[in-house]
Structures are given as C-alpha cells and as structure tokens.
C-alpha cells in the first residue's frame, strides 16, 4: 500500500431533528433567489416536501418543484430538469428526496451552466476538468431517507438510456453547499425503503473500508458509520417513529458517502448492471450482493474484517462478520439470493462486461474480471457462499 492520498471533506452540514426550518436561510446564505426544488413524484405528493415549500414562503423564497425523477434517474429526466430550470430562471437547486433525487438535482445544477453533453463529464479520468466550473449552479441537499449519502458527494448516477449503462457524473463543485439532515424527514419511510436504503449505508462503509488505498480517515469515518448501522437499522425498520435511530442512520449514510471518496468495489460493480437493466432499487440489490462479494473478498481482508468486528462487538473473526450481515438481511427482509429480484442467468455475459468497466471496479479488494464477475451473479442467483 502506497502512503499517498488526497483527502477531501468539505461539505456543511446543519444536522438535527427540525431543521428543515432553516432552508429559506440555507438557500440565502448560498445565494440563491429563485431556487428549483427536484424531487421525486411521490415524494411531491407527501408532508417533507409540503413542509419544504411552506417554509420556503414563510422566509421570502418563492420555488418551483420539477418532480420527473425515476427511481434509477435517466437522461431525459436531468433534460426534463435542465429545460425548467433555464426556461424559470432559476438560479440554483434544492435537490429534496433519497439518492435519485439528490443525484438528479446535482446534475441538473452541474449542467445548467455546460455546453458539452452531459456524458463529456463521466467519471473517467480527469474528464471533470472539461467543465465550466462557473456555470455550476449552487445547490442545497434535503435527503429524506438514509442511504446514499448523496447530500455530501461529489457526484450523481445517472443511467444513459440506450446503452442501459449507469454512469457517473462527477465534478468537485457538484458538492451541495448545504446539506440539511432532519431525520424528522425520514420517520414516514416504511420498513423496506428504510432497510434497503440501510443497507446501502453499510455497503458503502464497509467497501470503503476494505478499499486497498491509503486512507485512514475514510477509515475512521466508515467503521463508527457501521457500529452506527448496527445499532440502529434494526431499530428504524422495527420502529419507525423511533427518531434516535433514524438519525443515527442519517448520520450513517452521509459517513457512508463521505467515506468511500476512499473506494466503492465489488458490490456496486455487480450491482449497477442489475439496477440498470432491471431498475431494482440500489440499496436493495448492494444489499443482495452484499454476502457474496464478502466471501469472494475475504483473502484480501480477512485480517482487516476481524479488527472491524472486535469494534462492532462481535468474535473478531471474518466468520463472525459474515454470520452477522446474513441474520442482519435475514431480520429486516433483505432476500437471499437475485432470484427475489427477476434477475434472469442468460444476462449474465452482458452484466459481466458492464460490471468490469464500472468505475467501481476497480476499487475492489481483488481484482475482477468477467469470469469472475459471472461466478459471483452465478453464486448470487443459487445462494452459494
């Protein structure tokens, strides 16, 4: 392992039960008139976005809602956002929702000031830098789940249509301004969103962690956000007005996020393809995946996996881990194997290409190839560990 690595973490965060009384202010202080609100249809439908806007009025700030956001967000919906957003003259973005809304609203406020198309900017290389960084626009995060930590990346996942391809957008100047994390937002999340979502929170923590790079601040920050998971997902499925482990696992997702600027792996290679041609919800596949991969990886991080399970409480061995996250799915509803999720073996070839060239591929412990690839969507599919 080379000692070297750069190391960001600069997002502000207003973190706490009712906070979301501070967004007029938030949207102020970043310098926004005219904000666009984008979420999602549902979402749009229900109290935190409602609440959201009336306390907008409340403080001076009049915003318009684009809510035409799928679960796995396409082109055509950052287009669709693109379009309102130039032709209302707004000048910067509340982006309101779980990870497909935020991921939405960031490229959004990304693309409203680029002339190049939007896949210009994919997260390959050094890509970003063909970016007009001053025609980004300002952007203020309100996630309402717990998972993707989207409110402090750097990035948004966005599927290109035809190709049926996730691919990820990225720029520096794509972290919100403000992030506003009231768990009170999240209460009304029913027990599958909150344990899916839940899981992505532990998947990003735990590939962060067992990332090969040098990095021991992610480190830090991804093995407290799993005590944090720990201790509370079971918890917020269980008991979902239960506001302390809703904002421990708020708290898990954005450390989740925060920390894998270290390494995503395995698990989300694998599982991009699935939500790109299957539109299966993210968290949810991470989560089916989850096992497998650990099982894969382990002569890469067994030693790494017992240290992380003396601190979770648990034998500190890389058996006692793995028999943890298997009861930890079993108990909030995870399935086992792809075949609860559609997934049919005659894509595995096409999946197995897409996930090698997923730019999280490479993060992974060991490395991968298709072979390998199409062993592990074999194993999901038989529950093979």
Not at 4 to 10: E, I, R, T
Not at 272 to 296: E, K, R, W
Request: some cysteine; overall charge negative; aromatic content about 6%.
């Amino acid at each position: 392992m080379t000692l070297v690595g750069n190391w960001n973490y600069p997002t502000s965060v207003r973190f706490g039960a009712g906070r979301i009384a501070e967004l007029g202010a938030a949207v102020k202080a970043a310098g926004i008139t005219q904000p666009l609100l984008v979420t999602d249809p549902r979402l749009a439908q229900l109290p935190p976005v409602e609440r959201a806007l009336k306390v907008l009025a409340g403080q001076g700030v009049a915003a318009a809602v684009f809510a035409n956001v799928k679960p796995n967000p396409v082109a055509a919906n950052v287009e669709a956002g693109l379009k309102m957003l130039k032709e209302g003259g707004h000048d910067g973005v509340i982006a309101m929702g779980g990870g497909s809304a935020l991921d939405a609203g960031k490229v959004i406020a990304f693309m409203a000031g680029q002339t190049r198309p939007m896949w210009d900017f994919e997260d390959v290389g050094d890509w970003w830098r063909r970016a007009q960084p001053e025609g980004i626009l300002p952007i203020i995060a309100v996630p309402t789940t717990a998972g993707t930590g989207s409110e402090v990346g750097r990035a948004g996942v966005i599927t290109e249509e035809v190709s049926h391809t996730k691919k990820v957008i990225f720029h520096p100047k794509m972290m919100p301004t403000i992030a506003i994390c009231d768990p009170e937002l999240t209460v009304g999340m029913p027990a599958a969103i909150t344990a899916g979502t839940g899981m992505d929170a532990l998947a990003h923590c735990l590939e962060a962690y067992c990332g090969p790079s040098y990095h021991p601040l992610a480190d830090g920050i991804a093995v407290e956000g799993m005590r944090l998971v720990k201790e509370s997902l079971v918890r917020a499925c269980n008991e979902g007005s239960d506001l302390e482990a809703r904002a421990h696992m708020m708290s898990a997702a954005a450390m989740g996020a925060t920390a894998f600027q270290k390494a995503l792996g395995a698990i989300h290679a694998l599982s991009h393809p699935v939500g790109a041609l299957y539109d299966t919800h993210h968290g949810l596949t991470n989560a089916v995946f989850m096992p497998y991969v650990l099982a894969f990886n382990r002569p890469a991080i067994e030693d790494r996996i017992a240290r992380l399970a003396a601190y979770l409480g648990l034998t500190p061995t890389f058996r006692a881990f793995l028999a943890w996250i298997l009861e930890l799915r079993a108990e909030i509803g995870i399935p086992h194997t792809l075949a609860a999720l559609n997934v049919e073996e005659a894509q595995f070839g096409q999946m197995s290409r897409m996930a090698v060239k997923d730019p999280t591929a490479g993060g992974n412990p060991l490395p991968l190839d298709e072979a390998t690839c199409r062993q592990l969507y074999a194993n999901a599919l038989s529950g093979t560990l």
